[in-house]
């Protein structure tokens, strides 16, 4: 049997989060991934890499795949719905044709389905969408029915764009046909654009574009104390330290490099416990600035 995830559950004010695991694996191969990492930075490194953020054995990195459920102000809100079960994912062997008991894993967390209000995506990638919808009589349909989905309007103009090309489509592994525009399709959905969007009492959206066009993060904050979703502003560790490394997949290099630069500095200044989307044990953490860059404080004791 499957062994049952760690669900590490944060506190922060009047809100509660949750993490619901769909998977935490070893993935890509660290070179590969960062072009400029050297054996000096392996050895300067590895105290902590090993075993949470990199597979030693086999030189490859760690990625974690989940949701946060956020709780606060009576509502349940999913930030992110990872890969989905059921996909082909060419090239990512680690991700292709899941059979997770995500949804039971929520419900062990405390929302079924039917008792999320909110989801919010950072960004439309094909692992942050995955859980939005479900097949139901041959038709995708919104897995949360009586959520509304907060989507980035840049992103969502951008992947229907390259869904609609022949060449190009469809999208994010045709994920956006069918966790996304069915959203759209059943009037689910809540578009915000660029710049920053208070969305209620606790949550403000800031932009933070690069790795996607319309990339968000969400600042939550409640009684004094702050948080911070970042999605995909990076994926690893190692970013933090060097802010100028880039995951390889990106619509626009180096505006990814800006954003992340943004995103650290507000961790730093606001104190922030910051909540990526991949990284892994023990899953949240703050950053610190540092002299030549920023130093990440998530410690798994």
Same mark, same amino acid.
Request: hydrophobic share 40%; aromatic share 10%.
């Given at each position: 049997?499957?062994? +049952?995830?760690?669900?590490? +559950? ?21 070179? *590969?991934?960062?072009?400029? @990492? ?11 890499? $090993? ?35 059921? !996909? /082909?994912?060419?090239?990512?062997? %680690?991700?292709?044709?899941? *059979?997770?008991? %995500? ?25 942050? +969408? ?10 995708? /349909? ?46 689910? $959905? ?16 800031? =932009?933070?574009?690069?790795? =996607? ?13 702050? $948080?911070?979703?970042?999605?995909? /502003? ?5 970013? +933090? ?5 880039? @995951? ?7 505006? #990814?490099?800006? =954003?992340?630069? !943004? /995103? ?18 023990? @899953? ?5 600035? #540092? ?9 798994? =004791?």
């Amino acid at each position: 049997g499957m062994s +049952v995830p760690v669900m590490p +559950v944060f506190t922060l004010g009047q809100a509660t989060i949750t993490r619901v695991e769909e998977t935490c694996l070893p993935s890509y191969p660290l070179r *590969n991934v960062f072009s400029e @990492f050297t054996d000096a930075h392996l050895a300067e490194h590895k105290h902590w890499l $090993a075993p949470h953020h990199y597979d030693a054995d086999t030189g490859l990195i760690k990625l974690s795949v989940h949701s946060w459920l956020l709780q606060i102000g009576g509502k349940k809100i999913l930030i992110d719905s990872c890969c989905g079960n059921n !996909k /082909v994912k060419p090239g990512r062997p %680690f991700w292709h044709m899941l *059979n997770i008991p %995500f949804l039971e894993r929520l419900a062990a967390a405390g929302a079924r389905p039917e008792e999320i209000d909110l989801v919010m995506c950072t960004h439309l990638h094909h692992d942050h +969408v995955g859980w939005n919808t479900q097949q139901k009589d041959g038709k995708w /349909v919104p897995t949360f029915p009586n959520a509304r989905y907060v989507f980035s309007k840049p992103d969502v103009d951008y992947f229907s764009k390259l869904d609609a090309d022949p060449k190009e489509g469809p999208a994010e592994l045709g994920t956006f046909r069918e966790c996304v525009i069915p959203i759209l399709e059943h009037g689910r $959905a809540d578009l915000v654009s660029g710049g920053a969007y208070r969305l209620n009492d606790f949550i403000e959206i800031d =932009s933070a574009p690069g790795h =996607s066009p319309g990339h968000v993060f969400f600042k939550l904050e409640s009684k004094g104390q702050r $948080a911070a979703f970042i999605g995909d /502003v990076w994926h690893h560790l190692l970013q +933090v330290h060097y802010p100028d490394w880039n @995951f390889p997949k990106n619509s626009d290099a180096a505006q #990814a490099r800006v =954003s992340r630069r !943004k /995103v650290l500095d507000y961790c730093a200044s606001s104190g922030a416990l910051v909540f990526p989307g991949h990284v892994g044990m023990p @899953f949240a953490g703050r950053i610190e600035a #540092a002299q030549n860059g920023y130093r990440p404080h998530f410690d798994p =004791s």
